[in-house]
Structures are given as C-alpha cells and as structure tokens.
C-alpha cells in the first residue's frame, strides 16, 4: 500500500515536472520538441489508425447485429441509438482503443526509453544542457494524447457509421430512428464524461510508460522490466480509471 | 590568473566504481591546458574512465572531494543553473550517446539546433563543417547503428566541440593511433583556442600520454582506495 502510495507521488512529481518544463524550457529548442510531437503523433496516431479503425467496425457491426436481435424489430432503432451510445462510444471506445494505444505505443515509448538509458543517449543531453523531460517525456505525452484522442474520435465514427450501415438490413424506418436517438444520447455531460475517461486515463498510462522508461538503470535486463511494469501498470491504471470514473457516473444518477 | 575562470579544479575527488573506490590526484587544469587522468594499475574494463568522466563532466556527484568546474561547484546549482553550466562542457563518450532516430548530422547538430549555434551562426553549417573536418561527411546521413565504432567516436567528437566548449571532458583515447587524427586534431585546436580538457583513461597509455604530454599536457593519477561503506549507487544529476 505505502509503495504504491509512494509511486503514485512519483507520477504525479514526474508528469508535473513534464509539464513545468514545457513552460521553463520553452526556449530550449521548440522545433525540436514540435518535431518530437509530431513523430509520436505519426506514431501512436497514424500508425494507429488501422487496427483502431478495424476494432470500430467489428464493434459497430456487432453492437447493432446484437443489439437488434436482442431488442427485436419493433421497437429496435431507439434502443439500439443508446445502446451505441452508452456501451459503444461510451464504454467500449474509449477502453479498446486505449488498450491498442498502450499495447502499441506506451510499450514502445517505455521501451525507447529504457534503451536510451542503456545506450547513454539520456546522459548525451543531461551533458549537452538538454533536457531529457522536456525533449522525450513531454512530446511523448502531448503527442500520444492528442493521438490517444483523436482515435477515440475516429473509432466513434467508424463504429457509428458501420453500425448504421447494419441497419440497412432493418425494417423501414429503422435507420432514421437509429440517428435519431443517437442524437438525442449525445450530451455535454457524456462528452465530459468520456473526455476525462480518454484524457486522464490516457495521460495516466503514458507517463507510467514514460516514467518506467526513465528510470531504467544502464543494464540492459532493465528494458523488458519497463516495458513490462509499463504494460501491466498501464492497463491496471486504465482500467481503474474508466471502471471507476462509469461507476461514479451510475452512482450519481442513483442506479 | 586572476579574472580567468579556471574550467576545472579538484581536491581530493574520489569516485565509485563496483563499490571501489578511487581517488583522484588534485588538479587544476586551465584554459588551454589538458590532462589525462589515468589509473595507477590495469582495471578490468573500461567502467573507471567512464565513471570519472561522468564525475568530471557534471553528471555524477564525487563519492568525495570538491570539484569546480567553470567557476562552480556542481553540487550547489539548480537544474536550471546546471544545464546552463553544462552548455558550456563537451563530451565525448567512449560508446553509445549517440541519438539513434537522428542521422550523424543531425546528432552534431542538436546541441547547435536546441542552444543556437556560438556567435549567432549556423547550427547546420557549422555541424556540416565538423563533419567535414572529421572525415564524417560521407556518413552525415546514416544512423547510428549504421557507422562502426570508431566513426561515431568521431561523432561524439564533432557534437562535444560544436559548441565550442570551455571545459571538454574526453572518455578514453577513441580512435588515436601514434600521430594522433582528425579527431584529436581538432580537439587539440579546441584547447589551443583557450578550452581545458581531460582525457579519462581505462588503463595507463604510455605512447598516449607522451603524445599529450608533447603537447603541454600532464597527467594525474588515480588509485584505488579502500572498498566503500556505502551503498554503491551513484547520484544522478
């Protein structure tokens, strides 16, 4: 308990002083640190897309194949608009896509990291007068954030979109009910919800990923450890997170 | 002396190798001079030029003893003041340290692209003329891994000097061979033009330090102390 307590400090110290030398270090190179973003935008982001958007459509089509079956023809298309909702674009979007990001991305950053150590690159820019926080760790986690966000955005819109072309396959009328009541799930406060289940959850497992790297030792048997406690730490965060953050919202609309 | 800052000075220094721990001859190198700091005895891998180099270049905190360098003590600095400091040090790995997504150019070029280049120059023009002086231009856009040892010696070599450091700290011999080479000719035109260096040596070098020694350098011992009490860990800074 205390060691997870003094870890926990750690991350909280560790994702602060990312941040503080976004401000201080401002002057230190910024295209430098933009062009550091942009590759793990590519990385986590574009490099993404694929397995993200294959996962959207998989979950698109089941939803709406089960959820009508479930739910029968008749009253179906609203039903099935907040099942999509709730489950897919609330639940299982942000979850599966977070999952595919640290398996992908916070694995490898954990990993580029530890070998960076090992391999003296960490020590190359302490003595240079560079800053391995803000040269590594911030572009890291403002690039994979944003990334992290906008395939949230693109599995939403691919696993609505497949799902409404299931419904093709539906009685007349169907389809428009189906539009109509994902329209009329979608509020502020779902946004709010989901925006701190992808945001916080994501920025949590990246500076785990980040921190587990950094603090490898100059062994090489070092990098499977932070590659390891950053996959497994990462997922528990998340998990805990988004777990948590659906049950807090439950509780508070009484259920 | 009085109003030149003194790049380097130690008194009773010492550094922990494995738990071992050695202990550095006082000296005093100034600007123009160099050193070459080299055990008394044979030591089982090259650990020991490393350590004390990380020591001298600012990385590591001493086991014991003062160390000034540029004018301050490393140890009362803020990260902020440290980095600034560090601007102003080269140096040159024996291995690794080389950024391996950047090509060799941009690697000699990052200390330039990140602090800007010495007297408002080119950052890029100017990594291209050390790559060129260095016989490294053939090589400016292959990674890392791509290069032998030797060659991103050379690279560590072009990077420390970019920025024309006041204090460079050189971690074992590279790629000298009895005249000397491009590499120890430009570090050697580094500290005509007024910088201080130290050469951290693994074993003693004889042909080497007479080398160093014809042009102006000295050397100072180390020897092995007693094993230490502590823990062994160093202090990253």
Known sequence: MLAGVRTASFLVGFLYLSAKMLWVGRHQGPREVLREVLLQVYFTGVQGLVPVAALAVVMGVLAMAWGFAAVGPLTGGEELGRLIVLVVLGEVAPLLTAGVVLVRSATAIAAELAVMRVQREIEALEVMGISPMLHLVSPRLVGGLVALVALNVVFAVVAVTTGLAVTAWMPKGAPLAVINALWGALTPEGFLVLGGKVVVGGLGFFVIACYHGMEASSSPTDVPVAVSRAALRGLVFLVVWQAGVSLGVLWGRGL | ?237
């Not at chain 2, 080389?98 to 120059?121: C, D, K, Q």
């Not at chain 2, 856009?141 to 420390?160: I, K």
């Open chain 2, 1 to 237: 002396m009085s109003g030149v800052t003194v790049p380097c000075a130690t008194a009773a220094l010492a550094v922990e190798v494995e738990g071992v721990r050695w202990w550095l001859g006082d000296f005093t190198v100034g600007p123009g001079q160099w050193v070459a700091v080299v055990p008394r005895e044979e030591v089982a891998g090259g650990d020991l030029a490393v350590a004390v180099a990380r020591v001298l270049a600012t990385l590591v905190a001493p086991v014991q003893g003062a160390l000034e360098v540029l004018g301050s003590d490393p140890q009362r600095l803020s990260y902020l003041e440290l980095q600034a400091l560090r601007r102003r040090i080269g140096l040159v790995q024996s291995w690794g340290g080389l950024l391996s997504n950047r090509t060799i150019a941009e690697n000699v070029a990052l200390p330039a692209r990140v602090h800007g280049a010495p007297h408002r120059g080119d950052g890029d023009a100017l990594a291209a003329e050390l790559l060129a002086a260095l016989g490294l231009a053939p090589f400016a856009e292959a990674r890392p891994h791509q290069v032998d040892r030797l060659t991103g010696w050379r690279a560590r070599v072009a990077r420390a000097l970019i920025l024309q450091p006041a204090w460079l700290v050189v971690e074992g011999i590279g790629d000298w061979e009895g005249g000397g080479s491009a590499a120890w000719s430009a570090l050697a035109a580094a500290v005509a033009k007024g910088a201080a260096a130290a050469v951290c040596l693994a074993r003693p070098a004889p042909a080497f330090q007479s080398w160093l020694l014809a042009r102006g350098g000295g050397t100072v011992s180390c020897h092995r102390g007693a094993p230490s009490v502590g823990t062994g860990r160093e202090e990253r800074r």
